[in-house]
Structures are given as C-alpha cells and as structure tokens.
C-alpha cells in the first residue's frame, strides 16, 4: 500500500520532465530530431499544462510531442527554415527603399 503524497501528481511529473529538458538545452544547444541529419535552432513552445519545452524554431512536428524524439546538438544549425526565421540578414544585403541623395531630375526641354 502506498502513502498519500507518495505518488506526484500529473502536473508535477510535467514539471519535472519539462525541467530536464530544458536544463538539457541549456547554455546554447540546438535541437536534432532523432537520428535525422538537420539540426534546428532551439526555441521555448508551450507544451502540456502549460509547461515550456524546447523544440524546434521552425515549428516542424516532433514525434507527437514525444520528449524523447529530440535531442541537444552542438552542431550548427542547417535547418534552411530556422536559419531563415531566427537570423536577421546581414546588413550589408538589404536593399536602400530611398536613395539618400535626391536623384536629378533633367529640366523640361533639355536633350
């Protein structure tokens, strides 16, 4: 026969599966899906009771929420998705909207 309180709750067992997987993620890991060869960058998702898990910046399915089917990896990322939603373009590639001098316009006649 078991003591009350002996068994945690749901809610604790969430918690403390939540716990190791972000302590797992600690410190700059990123994310590989079982034995796949893409790694993804690590973003918090709200997972069951409201818990916070790691997984993938570009939302791609895991497993049906299987803890277990992800896992850390100091590679660098290669998902092209996750590259192209968490990293800003460098700024040397973005486009001028206006120029910043004005551009002269020739008087009506000349040419």
Known sequence: MREAG???SLHQA???IAQAARTAYAGGSNLRVRSSGIVHEVAMTKWFA???????????GVSGWDP??????????TCRRCLKLTHAEPAG????????EP????AAGAG
Do not use: N
Not at 50 to 60: L, S
Not at 93 to 100: K, V
């Open 6 to 8: 002996s068994t945690p």
């Open 14 to 16: 969430l918690a403390t």
């Open 50 to 60: 409201d818990e916070r898990m790691p997984g993938p910046a570009c939302m791609v």
């Open 68 to 77: 277990g089917a992800a896992h850390p990896d100091r590679g660098p990322v």
């Open 93 to 100: 590639e973005q486009l001028a909207l206006f120029e910043s």
């Open 103 to 106: 551009v002269p316009v020739p």
